[in-house]
């Protein structure tokens, strides 16, 4: 097995996760030159800035079809492309409603490709090392993330024209996505399941690996036929009840957290929480390093830790560290760095568990034959729980106050703690093939 040729085919891939995160917090920068530029509405404000989500929830949803119909690597290069033309799109852009369609696509190359990439990282990944492969995807997410957050920073400085540049970089890395592409192989579990292609397959498999090619070839047919026997190659069907409410539970567990309300609206937080405006961004820029370092240790423990194990401490953690939030409100005493320290020690717990774990958790365990349908399904649950949540947020704390907002919060967390202990299987090692025997509940 040529390890160096499957980690760069994953980190290739991987490189969708970057331009999710870039697209994602890019319009963080550039909102309000835009809402200036042509005079819009609280309304239209509204919706270009919820405008690349609902485009992402409905790219989420269909996901499954491009990825099985075409192919993982031909659906990626249709993501690289809605990357490229929405960051042209909205540059250029001279009329609102024109930005808007280009913002909606680049919403739209989000949502698939957290379907897609996880997917087609899984498929080619050995068993021992899949969880860190597919962990460089939220890596990446996390460090497009940081990057837009930076770009946004230094681009920024050159006048009000500047949002064009803060939007239109992204065509740069999606053009290298694109041609990197070409690089890389098909899935050999999609040729051999999808197209019937056991030859060039078992050529793939070989440089995943090895020797175990061939045994792992019959082993992936053996499991189709076990599998079709029981669901027929339905996504809803008895054989996948498990592994469906595994998906929906964790994806709901992901958002309900208050990941992306604090992520989305932390000047607003720390604002509560008494800080000036340049001591909120500051602590922003905090809160999107502190998630990059700890997302980087993540992947490199997954496969020796174990997914379940990080989903024990993280929720422990995120528990301890949303209930000093809560506290800290309840109480009064918010002035100082105190509420900072607590929320970063949240993402700091989330990204050693939640954030790393889920598209590779999701990714693993379907069988082969709906394991894009139930990707699509646990990312379709995910986008449309941090629709809501970000909706739902200011509203929440304007009614409740942030005491009692987090402390919903924490409350979630003990859920998740639950859903853990008693449900969640450990899936390090196994196989993709053998997830399906190692399914029963603790």
């Known amino acids: 097995m040529n390890k160096n040729t499957v980690l760069a085919w994953s980190f290739v891939v991987a490189l969708g996760g970057f331009l999710f995160g870039f697209d994602t917090a890019v319009i963080s920068g550039a909102e309000k030159a835009v809402q200036i530029f042509w005079s819009l509405s609280e309304f239209q404000h509204g919706l270009t800035m919820a405008i690349a989500l609902i485009g992402t929830v409905i790219g989420a949803a269909m996901g499954a079809y491009p990825s099985d119909k075409l192919g993982r690597k031909t659906t990626l290069f249709l993501v690289a492309a809605l990357y490229f033309f929405s960051a042209i799109g909205t540059a250029l852009a001279q009329d609102w409603n024109i930005f808007i369609i280009f913002r909606f696509l680049g919403g739209i190359g989000v949502g698939v490709s957290s379907v897609t990439a996880p997917i087609y990282i899984s498929e080619i990944s050995p068993a021992k090392s899949r969880g860190k492969l597919v962990g460089l995807f939220q890596f990446n997410v996390v460090l497009g993330i ?11 400085q050159g006048g009000e024209e500047s949002w064009r540049w803060m939007l239109g970089v992204q065509a740069f890395p999606s053009l290298i996505f694109f041609i990197l592409i070409f690089f890389v192989p098909e899935s050999p579990r999609w040729l051999l399941l999808h197209r019937g292609k056991k030859q060039e397959a078992t050529a793939i498999m070989k440089k995943v690996s090895g020797k175990q090619a ?10 189709q036929e076990k599998t079709q026997t029981k669901g027929e190659g339905r996504l809803f069907s008895k054989a996948n009840k498990l592994p469906i409410m595994l998906a929906v539970l964790f994806a709901i567990f992901n958002q309900v957290s208050g990941i992306n309300a604090i992520i989305y609206y932390a000047p607003r937080v720390f604002e509560m929480a008494g800080l000036g405006a340049q001591s909120s961004l ?21 496969d020796k830790v174990g997914r379940r194990k990080l989903m024990f401490i993280g929720s422990i953690g995120m528990i301890i560290a949303l209930s000093l939030v809560s506290y800290a ?41 709906v394991r894009a349908k139930g990707q699509t399904l646990g990312s379709l649950t995910h986008w449309v729980m941090a629709a809501i949540i970000t909706f739902c947020f200011p509203a929440l704390t304007e009614l409740l106050g942030g005491g009692y907002t987090f402390l919903i919060f924490a ?27 190692t399914m029963p509940l603790h």
């Open 282 to 302: 500051l602590s922003t820029v905090g809160i999107g390093l502190v998630n990059f370092i700890f997302t980087l240790l993540a992947i490199n423990f997954i």
């Open 214 to 223: 061939e045994q792992d070839i019959e082993l992936i047919l053996k499991n």
């Open 329 to 369: 409100f309840f109480s009064g005493v918010i002035e100082g760095m105190a509420v900072t320290i607590y929320l970063m020690l949240f993402i700091a717990f989330f990204a050693l568990s939640q954030g790393a774990v889920i598209w590779v958790f999701i990714s693993e365990i379907f069988p082969n034959d």
């Open 146 to 156: 940081l990057v837009a957050y930076l770009s946004n920073y230094f681009i920024g």
């Open 411 to 437: 409350g979630c967390m003990v859920l998740q703690l639950l859903y853990v202990w008693k449900l969640m299987p450990e899936t390090k090692g196994k196989s993709l093939e053998d997830m399906g025997d």
